[in-house]
């Protein structure tokens, strides 16, 4: 596409809300301010080599996992940008103990809130791996003028009005859904800006790849070791094993997953039955994205965006991706000898 023929995210996001009389623009503005805010944090990742941002901070988050100086880098950029705009009352981060709400008169008047994962897949930084952050936007529940509270951070995902991510790989993109459909923006660095590259996007209905951290299959039950010798045994569907990939960064093997098909996996174990990967910061925002593209995602009970978030910090099991991936996958987890 030549620059003449470029459409920015701007230009997109305000061609989109003219489709809606009633829109404001704020949507539109606070999807602007979290590219803004990925721009920064891309600048931080194409030099991390050259300054002193590789490394642990020294510090752990709430999870207990050890924090990256780039982690935090990330974190204090998107606070720091939401709380200048007008749009966002308060933000909650997969890096922060409790929500924070924006004391001031312009947030307190905002419609919206952000939760966010700053940085997903921190650990491959140092190996110069792809890793990226993922959001997702609500509507506040609390009264418009006073400031946000715990409750408007604790919405399933179905309440979502828009949810995307930052990857930071060979080419820096910005994915997001919303109820018109999912689009990506590739970052086109001689002019600054986010530009149309992937418009309606759509997750194929069957892909060859499946993505788990297959070192833990120890502890996986016999529904889960089930459909991964399914994966591995030349099955019916493709007269072939499937191909394993595994990144490590949720937005990495998400992406791809998105783009190419295939299934995406973080299961229950022995050791976390609840999972690991977080419902409010990484499952609701992807699942959102990959349904708004045609897929799917679960928990392996029950439809992901449907669970009642009762923790800020909540984790759950997913299977994400094509839509007949996860269908079969959900045969051998939900066979009779897991019930």
């Known amino acids: 596409m030549s620059q003449n023929n470029l459409i920015t995210m701007d230009e997109f996001t305000i061609q989109e809300t003219r489709k809606f009389k009633q829109a404001t623009g704020d949507l539109s503005a606070l999807l602007r301010d979290l590219g803004l805010a ?66 001031d008169t312009y947030s307190q008047n905002a ?40 409750e408007d951070f604790l919405q399933p995902g179905n309440k979502q009005v828009a949810a995307g991510y930052i990857i930071y790989g060979s080419s820096t993109m910005m994915v997001y859904a919303t109820k018109l459909g999912v689009n990506g923006f ?7 800006e986010f530009c149309l590259s992937h418009p309606n996007m759509k997750c194929p209905e069957k892909g060859k790849i499946y993505s788990i951290n297959q070192g833990n299959s120890v502890k996986y039950d016999e529904g889960m070791m089930s459909y991964l010798s399914f994966c591995m045994e ?3 569907e493709e007269g072939r094993p499937y191909s394993q990939r595994y990144i490590g960064s949720m937005v990495a093997d ?86």
């Open 38 to 103: 990925g721009k920064i944090i891309n600048n931080q990742v194409r030099k991390a080599g050259l300054v002193d941002i590789l490394g642990q901070h020294g510090a752990t988050n709430v999870q207990g996992e050890e924090q990256m100086k780039l982690d935090v880098f990330a974190n204090e950029t998107l606070i720091n940008i939401l709380k200048n705009c007008t749009e966002c009352a308060g933000i909650a981060s997969e890096e922060n103990d409790d929500h924070l709400s924006y004391e």
């Open 254 to 339: 998400m992406h791809r997953t998105l783009i190419k098909g295939g299934i995406f996996i973080y299961p229950g174990d022995k050791s976390s039955p609840k999972g690991k990967l977080r419902l409010q910061y990484e499952c609701n925002p992807m699942t959102l994205i990959m349904e708004a593209a045609g897929g799917m995602g679960v928990s392996g009970k029950e439809n992901i965006l449907d669970i009642q978030p009762t923790e800020l910090h909540q984790r759950t099991p997913i299977f994400i991706g094509s839509k007949n991936m996860v269908e079969k996958a959900m045969e051998f987890v939900k066979a009779p000898q897991n019930a």
């Open 186 to 192: 590739t970052l086109e660095p001689s002019i600054g």
């Open 111 to 150: 419609k919206y809130v952000v939760l966010f994962d700053p940085l997903d897949g921190s650990s491959n930084i140092d190996v110069n791996a792809s890793i990226g952050t993922i959001f997702a936007i609500y509507r506040r529940v609390s009264p418009i003028g006073t400031p946000c509270t715990l």
């Open 234 to 236: 030349n099955n019916k």
